[in-house]
């Protein structure tokens, strides 16, 4: 659409499909996808929108996705419900080995995940991060003494190899395949069996969809069987079993559109034929995630790509529109175009290099042989692991133990290895918060005593000594709990909502504890609680009243304490250089070549530095704290904890750690430790914790 022909392309489009709908709307990518729709709308006004969803909360709100927005009414499209398919089965594994109280590999459970293999056709093995799918895939192919074919997919290997893993499966000769969500979507093999998912699930409609892969028949039951990790996992599988159970779906509801997707848009559309602003405006409103958009927000994007802003207008590479004598936007030249279209889109991604397979060197690590050459291409990886690597190290990837061999420009070379103690990649994308609906269930579980009765025994005897030791939290209720531990005193929170919300939380809960004298030293959180520990004896301090836990959990923490937080923190500069690349203000790629990752780096931080000092409203600062309340910040789902818990603030102080801590106690002085040694220091910690918390 980006093209002068773009009405002589489009003027005869009847119909377009949009398939998975509900997965496209809740990101940038919907916002621009809705933008463009809006232009078609109006180069095809007889075009047809057809969404197709199998898992969303609210069918009324994404149907106003596939139609226009008129006259600020909202307009909907009709909805076709379709009834009539076999229910899912889904069971969780009540393992006969011992429940880990912490950690998310689990290992503990290998074996009975090796049978169910066993004793099904094909199996879909889905676990939530693509490091967990490569160490799932080694230890499953250790204990393989019956030869069973089981593959690895996902995101980072090379697109061949999933190509092949995805041949082989729909020909039936596969026994497994340990994949992430790059199988959540458009998998439609009739002969899987079994979906087995590996943790917690985060998710009601995620989980259907992974269900969804298995017997693609809608006259058979597609059976899944859930792995809980630990113990509170147990208490999201039952939750999630009883939402497949409902048929209830948690996907978000339609997003407002975001600035920085919006400025790419109306560069695209000026790399097309000229556009006068009113008409503009008329246009992106029919879009659904901009039907409210004020003429002022507009006015300022559109000001934005034509000088960069108020504070970057003197600065001539930031002008890539201008108006003619007639009032209309177009490109400013040639190589605006050119670099529109090298950089549309609006998936940010970690810097990525590609793995390349070949013979070793020889003589060891920090052997200076010749590098041998050939070999094929294994995948990519995140630059930041292999920052942390040198010569000689062994990782984990594509299903390989690997050396690490050499760097050379965007290639890692390794060779084959064989250690029991590789490495395993870390990587930035796929880790899910736990969905506020699930939470929800989750506190509803937990406060419901008859509701125990449908839990494993060893996680019903677990939450009965919390409630002998302390107290299992009520459903609108935050159970704060303080205890000394060596030479350092903790507080404990259970707010059940979701790492992001918790680690924002803790970051505001610091700073209010240090200025209230009790020396914080650190936190951390998981999905389900948060620690904080420092040198101040906080059982004393509450006590004395001199740390008063409701003015510490007010709510007005969002405010002043979250502006200043922010004005010091890293995170907005990672958001912001987002922002900057998605509105196209820093081109990553040119013709014939890819600005590195510390360019990138350095030119975004430089501007941000600028706006800040000069244009603290300007529409990518705008774009990037929107982006860090909804996303990285979680601040909507804080407020409403925070009011939900306001004058219900439970203080339980003890003299030891309590059974509901030890989880994210564990994770206290984690160090970035991979495999089984990880799991054998856990298992050390537990013990230690364990034996304390039912003392």
Not at 139 to 152: C, E, F, P, T, V
Not at 400 to 413: F, G, K, P, S
Not at 494 to 504: D, I, K, S, V
Not at 579 to 585: D, E, F, M, N, R
Request: with cysteine; charged share 25%.
């Amino acid at each position: 659409m980006s093209s002068d022909d773009a009405p002589f392309l489009f003027s005869s489009l009847k119909r377009i499909v949009l398939d998975e709908l509900h997965a496209l709307v809740t990101s940038k990518r919907g916002d621009l996808l809705s933008l463009g729709l809006a232009r078609l709308w109006r180069l095809a006004p007889e075009m047809r929108s057809i969404g197709l969803s199998a898992t969303v909360a609210e069918p009324e709100s994404l149907a106003r996705f596939l139609v226009p927005q008129r006259d600020r009414k909202s307009e909907a499209a009709d909805i076709v419900v379709a009834g009539g398919a076999a229910a899912p089965i889904v069971e969780m594994l009540d393992t006969s080995e011992r429940l880990p109280w912490a950690g998310h590999t689990a290992r503990h459970a290998l074996g009975e995940i090796y049978d169910l293999i066993k004793r099904n056709k094909t199996t879909l093995v889905f676990v939530n991060t693509r490091s967990q799918a490569e160490m799932l895939f080694q230890d499953l192919w250790r204990m393989n003494d019956d030869g069973l074919a089981i593959a690895l997919h996902h995101g980072s290997l090379d697109v061949a190899q999933r190509r092949k893993v995805e041949d082989a499966m729909a020909k039936g000769k596969l026994r497994g395949v340990v994949c992430t969500s790059s199988l959540d979507l458009g998998v439609d093999w009739g002969d899987v069996d079994l979906v087995i998912n590996i943790g917690a699930p985060k998710g009601a409609s995620r989980l259907m969809q992974r269900i969804g892969r298995a017997n693609h028949r809608i006259d058979e039951a597609s059976r899944a069987v859930l792995v809980p990790a630990n113990r509170f996992e147990v208490l999201e599988c039952r939750v999630a079993i009883d939402a497949v159970a409902e048929n209830a779906q948690d996907t978000p509801p339609l997003r407002t559109g975001a600035l920085d997707a919006l400025a790419q848009h109306v560069l695209g559309c000026a790399c097309g034929e000229p556009f006068l602003s009113d008409q503009l405006y008329g246009e992106v409103l029919t879009a659904a995630p901009y039907s409210g958009l004020s003429r002022i927000d507009f006015d300022d994007v559109v000001d934005f790509v034509a000088t960069g802003g108020y504070a970057l207008k003197t600065y001539e590479r930031f002008a890539r529109i201008k108006q003619d004598k007639n009032g209309r936007w177009r490109v400013a030249n040639p190589l605006t175009r050119q670099s529109y279209r090298l950089n549309v889109g609006t998936i940010v991604e970690e810097t990525m290099l590609k793995v390349r397979l070949v013979r070793s060197r020889g003589g060891g690590s920090g052997s200076t042989g010749a590098l041998g050459r050939g070999g094929r291409m294994l995948g990519e990886i995140e630059e930041a692991f292999i920052e942390g690597l040198v010569i000689g190290d062994t990782f984990v990837f594509g299903g390989e133990i690997v050396r690490y061999e050499a760097l050379a420009e965007d290639q890692v070379y390794v060779s084959r290895a064989n250690d029991a103690d590789a490495k395993v990649p870390s990587y930035m994308g796929g880790k899910f918060p736990l969905s506020t609906y699930l939470a929800e269930r989750v506190r509803k579980l937990l406060d419901d005593r008859r509701a125990w009765g449908g839990l494993p025994d060893q996680v019903r005897d677990w939450l009965s000594l919390q409630s002998d030791v302390s107290r299992v939290p009520g459903v609108r209720e935050l159970l704060v709990e303080t205890f000394p531990r060596g030479n350092k005193h903790y507080l404990v929170c259970y707010p059940f909502e979701g790492r992001l919300a918790h680690q924002t939380l803790g970051m505001l809960l610091t700073r209010r504890m240090e200025r209230a004298r009790v020396r914080p030293l650190g936190f951390v959180a998981n999905e389900y609680a948060l620690a904080v520990w420092g040198l101040g004896d906080m059982s004393f301090m509450i006590r004395q009243g001199r740390l008063d836990l409701s003015t510490l959990f007010d709510p007005d923490m969002l405010g002043d304490d979250l502006e200043a937080w922010l004005a010091e923190s890293a995170l907005m500069k990672r958001t912001f250089r987002t922002c900057a690349i998605i509105s196209g203000l820093i081109a990553r790629r040119f013709t014939g070549q890819e600005k590195t990752r510390r360019q990138v780096l350095f030119s975004t931080d430089l501007i941000y530095d600028v706006l800040r000092k000069h244009q603290p409203d300007h529409v990518l600062l705008r774009a990037a704290r929107a982006d860090a309340a909804t996303g990285l910040l979680d601040i909507r789902r804080l407020s409403d904890m925070l009011s939900r818990i306001e004058g219900r603030i439970i203080h339980k102080e003890l003299d030891h750690v309590s059974p509901l801590a030890v989880p994210v106690m564990l994770e206290i002085g984690r160090e970035s430790v991979y495999g089984e040694a990880s799991d054998e220091l856990l298992a050390e910690a537990a013990d230690e914790l364990v034996k304390e918390a039912m003392s």
